[in-house]
């Protein structure tokens, strides 16, 4: 593990214009700034700095392009009525990020050094956080294999990139319930894979089976497991959760799915309501079956980017399941509108989840 080290900050002369808040959608507008870190075998984690966002030059042969040896996390900053800046538990992002980097074979990244160059970034951007209702700073970390080696080993250099970008409110018009595909000719990883990290090759896998369950109306794939074709694992960027007469049940981490951290905070939520809850294998049959007689009472995804998607609708072989009346639940409300009251602020935080970005401490050289 490399000592923390002063980041140098080179700041942007040419600011740019900023997008309407009601228009930013996901992942379409980028700060001003970006932080870098580089690894290199010999020297550890080295030369942070937050830089001008701009385009990066790779040798043609690095190893990322070949070998897909790349992880990434997804966090949320939002502005607080008051003025705060408030990140929503990014030692969970930066524990997640390393548990990745194991199965990747990337080297560990010091928390301290993280969290400094979250803190430090954010500072320096902060007139990017959008205000508007439902509106948030989202925040990409990432770390790709740069070495130009084409042997299949594990890279001796890396970067470790922070890019960000305001993104609108997911429920423009209030929470809406999705209709979601169930896949049974592609599957997404298996125990024992990468469906545990949060590796780009998860995601590239997933594209096939997204695009032709959207040619048929349905906005996300949820994915059964490998092995069994039984078991229902997560959807697209999201875990599930399923209501059956009064017991909220979601996948076990199997080693095969991602271990959410709105998953976790939903768990948490629900054993301080003294909701049942239980994390276990749940079959696609049983779905189905509860449906049919009933005992299903609602059904949802979590994730950083909507927090909770209500489903409304369920398609397994051409079996349509209807959830709800197609409708969101009580539950489903309840939870979106707890945790994202948390995370404004607006409501109060008992498990200490919001971190306050100190917003004066920068590096001397930023001043
Ligand atoms: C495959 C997958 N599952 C689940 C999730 C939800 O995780 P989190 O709640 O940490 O955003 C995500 C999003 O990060 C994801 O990409």
Known sequence: MTEPQEIQIERSVNLKAKPPQDQLGFGIYY?????????????????????????????????????????FEGLKAY???????????????????NRSNVRMCVPQIDE????????????????????????????????????PALGVAPSTEYQFIIIMSPVGA??????????IFVESDYVRTVVGGVGEAKTAGNYAAGLRAQEIAKDQGYSQVLWLDGVHRKYVEEVGSMNVFFKINGT???????????????????????RYWN?????????IDELYEAGKDGSLQEAFGTGTAAVISPIGELNWHNEKL?????????????????LTGIQKGTLQDPFEWMIDVPLHLLTPTAK
């Open 170 to 179: 997911y429920y423009p018009e209030g929470v809406n319930p999705v209709k």
């Open 79 to 97: 502005r607080a009525e008051n003025g705060r800046v408030l990140l929503f538990r990014p030692h969970k992002n930066i524990e997640r990020l």
């Open 275 to 283: 909701i049942p809850v239980e994390e276990r294998a749940i079959s």
């Open 31 to 71: 700060t001003d700034h970006m932080f870098i870190i580089n690894y290199h075998v010999e020297l550890g984690w080295h030369q942070p700095r937050i830089v001008p966002y701009q385009p990066i030059a790779l040798d043609p042969a690095a190893k990322v392009f070949h070998y897909g040896q790349t992880i």
């Open 322 to 338: 209807i959830i709800q009346d197609g409708q969101t639940g009580e539950l489903s409300k309840m939870l979106y509108d707890t």
């Open 248 to 270: 909220v049940y979601t996948p076990e981490l199997s080693g095969s799915i991602l271990n959410g951290i709105t998953r976790n905070s939903i768990i948490q939520l629900l």
């Open 112 to 147: 301290s050094i993280v969290l400094d160059a979250l803190k430090q970034l954010i500072t320096v951007d902060q007139d990017w956080i959008p205000t508007l209702e439902g509106t948030s700073l989202y925040i990409r970390p990432f770390v790709i294999a740069t070495q």
